[in-house]
Nanobody, 115 residues
Framework: QVQLVETGGGLVQAGGSLRLSCAAS????????MGWHRQAPGKQRESVAI???????SYADSVKGRFTISRDNAQNTVYLQMDSLKPEDTADYYC?????????WGQGTQVTVSS
């Protein structure tokens, strides 16, 4: 059984930083990409950042220059360094792993940015 365990969410003031981690465990093969999505209250879930096995990255325009995604392929772990946080970054953040035709999701971690 595949599990994605996210850690690192919390409450931070605007301008502050947080680092999210997501560790994938279980029988998971041929990971193509790992990434982070977020969902704010009353809004649709949106992609924040994605990183491929080869290190290619993609970011939402709203977080470019402030967020950095990285991964440890040996540990099947993906990180999201979030700097210069804004109140509009407040959301539940979900880890996502794509392995071939299969997609896995974490349970979510809450990030709250106060003004």
């Amino acid at each position: 059984q595949v599990q994605l365990v996210e850690t690192g969410g919390g409450l931070v003031q605007a301008g502050g930083s947080l680092r999210l981690s997501c560790a994938a465990s279980g029988r998971i093969f041929n990971i193509n990409s790992m990434g982070w999505h977020r969902q704010a209250p009353g809004k649709q879930r949106e992609s924040v950042a994605i990183i491929s096995t080869g290190g290619w990255t993609s970011y939402a325009d709203s977080v470019k220059g402030r967020f950095t995604i990285s991964r440890d392929n040996a540990q099947n772990t993906v990180y999201l360094q979030m700097d210069s946080l804004k109140p509009e970054d407040t959301a539940d953040y979900y880890c996502n792993v794509r392995a071939g035709p299969v997609e896995y999701w974490g349970q979510g971690t809450q990030v709250t940015v106060s003004s």
